[in-house]
């Protein structure tokens, strides 16, 4: 007996199942949209939701995990919004799915410009091939990724698509030992700081006063502080960089600038101006906690107050670090 082809049949079980695994798993959508008071119909949630995003980008996020978007999800200073602008630039630059949950973490938490400002999404080209290459490589570590990224800010370097993952590890682990190198064999450039090693609070303050310093702290914390190395040489708005440890462990990296005098200046800071905490940044670019940041807030007042005595001034007004070259970009701690 010949077998006949039911198309209508076969079609509406096909729909059936398709959309059984396309919104199956899509109900963490429906409650996230909520929590960010988008409106929806109640009827059709999914479907409301839906009609707010291409079909290329509904498309990306309905072949994600939702595990994939956590690192949007969790942020509390990011939103529905933002969600969005990922999923369409996912599909603007050809992406079929979200990459791993380690790489949008990564470089959401590299766009905080300063421990207190917003950070954003993913949306530009540069980055994307940065994911890219980093989910071809299979199970990448958040160490590799900020080696890469150190060594590709520091050096201008320009990724494009047709590149090898590995080889750009065994690249920069290759600068980095010899830039260490050359920072061992140069000529002592130090800066100059109001304060020495010391005990605050429990922790261990100590100031980075030369290349090598900073360097060093940048492998070991993996950041690009290195990169900022000429934010110390500069006349105004200078910054000073510490390193917090606690039991000879480190904990964070922070910076103090220099403010000048404003009309709400009062004392010797009306002359003077004042050191303020611009940034702090645990390990790979992680954020502080509010307790740590009270405490450093406090360092920076001090700090202030050991600025204006007249002892511990320094004895040569004279630029020791003409030499450097200067990083024009204004790459933070990424």
């Known amino acids: ?195 020495q090693t010391m005990l605050w609070r429990g922790y261990q303050v100590v100031p980075l006063d030369r290349p090598l310093a900073l360097f060093d702290e940048a492998v070991a914390m993996g950041t690009c502080l290195y990169n900022l190395r000429y934010l110390c040489c500069r006349g105004a708005q200078a910054s000073r960089f510490f390193s917090l440890r606690r039991q000879g462990q480190r904990v964070a990296t922070f910076e103090l600038t220099h403010e000048s005098p404003s009309c709400a200046s009062k004392g010797w800071e009306l002359r003077n101006g004042r050191w303020a905490l611009q940034d702090s940044r645990l390990s790979f670019n992680r954020l502080p906690s509010v307790e740590l940041i009270a405490d450093l807030v406090a360092f920076a007042k001090m700090y202030n107050t050991w600025a204006s005595r007249p002892t511990r001034q320094s004895k040569s007004q004279k630029s020791t670090c003409s030499n450097l070259a200067r990083w024009s970009g204004e790459v933070r701690y990424s």
């Open 1 to 195: 007996m010949p077998l006949i082809f039911d198309f209508a049949l076969t079609w509406r079980l096909f729909v059936t199942t398709t959309s059984k695994v396309l919104f199956k798993d899509l109900s963490w959508l429906v409650r996230y949209a909520a929590y960010c008071r988008v409106s929806l119909d109640l009827a059709e949630p999914v479907e409301s939701i839906r009609r707010q995003f291409s079909k290329a980008a509904w498309r990306v996020l309905c072949r994600s995990d939702r595990s994939d978007f956590l690192p949007i999800l969790q942020n509390q200073q990011l939103s529905f919004a933002d969600l969005q602008a990922y999923c369409h630039a996912l599909a603007q630059f050809g992406w079929l799915k979200a990459p791993a949950r380690i790489l949008l973490s990564f470089v959401i938490t590299e766009s905080y410009l300063y421990y207190d400002q917003r950070p954003s999404p993913p949306t530009n080209k540069e980055n994307f091939i940065f994911m890219r290459l980093g989910e071809q490589a299979g199970a990448v570590t958040t160490k590799e990724l900020a080696l890469v990224r150190h060594w590709q800010t520091q050096l201008r370097m320009r990724l494009t698509p047709q590149m090898n993952w590995s080889r750009l590890v065994d690249r920069a682990k290759l600068w980095r030992e010899r830039e260490r190198v050359r920072l061992t064999l140069s000529s002592g450039k130090t800066w100059h700081f109001y304060c």
